[in-house]
């Protein structure tokens, strides 16, 4: 069992930044392939990024690009997302997501994540 808790969410105007974190309780998050998940009222929980077991390789849904950031520290058991430039169509629920086979075929598929976070309220002003 892999506990996510997710903070750093919250109320901004357009064009400001948050920053996301997710700390996972156990000893294995270096071996987890981890990623950042949004669902908006009304619509389907869509890909926001994720990031490979090392943090070597990262990837972003092409509404995000050059916006966000997505890091992990595995000394710490965290994953954050540097939110920058935020729109009002960013204004969701956002989650952490770990994968624990490590792999990162299909990786924007909600249904290859194993753990989930709580979630996280990001509302964005225009």
């Known amino acids: 069992q892999v506990l996510l808790v997710e903070s750093g969410g919250g109320l901004v105007q357009a064009g400001g930044s948050l920053r996301l974190s997710c700390a996972a309780s156990?000893?294995?998050?270096?071996?987890?392939?981890m990623g950042w998940f949004r669902q908006a009222p009304g619509k389907e929980r869509e890909f926001v990024a994720a990031?490979?077991?090392?943090?070597?390789?990262?990837y972003y849904a092409d509404s995000v690009k050059g916006r966000f950031t997505i890091s992990r520290d595995n000394a710490k058991n965290t994953v954050s997302l540097q939110m920058n430039s935020l729109k009002p169509e960013d204004t969701a629920v956002y989650y952490c997501?770990?994968?624990?086979?490590?792999?990162?075929?299909?990786?924007?598929?909600?249904?290859?994540?194993?753990?989930w976070g709580q979630g996280t309220q990001v509302t964005v002003s225009s």
């Open positions: 990031i490979s077991r090392s943090g070597g390789s990262t």
């Open positions: 156990g000893r294995t998050f270096y071996a987890y392939t």
């Open positions: 997501a770990a994968r624990t086979d490590g792999s990162l075929d299909s990786y924007q598929r909600p249904s290859r994540y194993d753990y």
